[in-house]
């Protein structure tokens, strides 16, 4: 835990739930039509659990990310993206294809949480921790 940076962590989860917000204010219409929905309230313990999930997520990519003796913002980049597509999205596809969901819904979905990842990898892997003491 010594080489992680925590308050990059912190910040990445803050962009990452700020990324959420405007993801699915952009693609609100969709996202509610896929679902069935007509009216989506969102309460303040639904948006609490959404952070400290994406706190933990950030976490969990800077303890993989620092394994990397030097880490740099492509490779976060890298990270998120290989991490993001080839375990999160095709898990939640092979879910979405079993169940019969629409596919434009797990597009949505999944496009979060892969452009999140890749954004947390940059912002981890690319801010340097200071070495002052």
Known sequence: MERINHLAVIVAAVVYFLLGWLWYTV???AWMAY???TANTVSPMILVATFVI???IAYVIAMALSRSPNPTAMGGVQFGLISGIGFVALSM???FINEGRPLGLWAIDAGY???GFV???AIIAGW???TRA
Do not use: E, Q, T
Request: positive net charge.
């Open 27 to 29: 693609f609100r219409s």
């Open 35 to 37: 679902n069935g929905l």
């Open 54 to 56: 994406g706190l933990v």
């Open 93 to 95: 596809l092979m879910g």
């Open 113 to 115: 949480i892969v452009v």
């Open 119 to 121: 954004i947390m990898g």
């Open 128 to 130: 340097r921790k200071s």
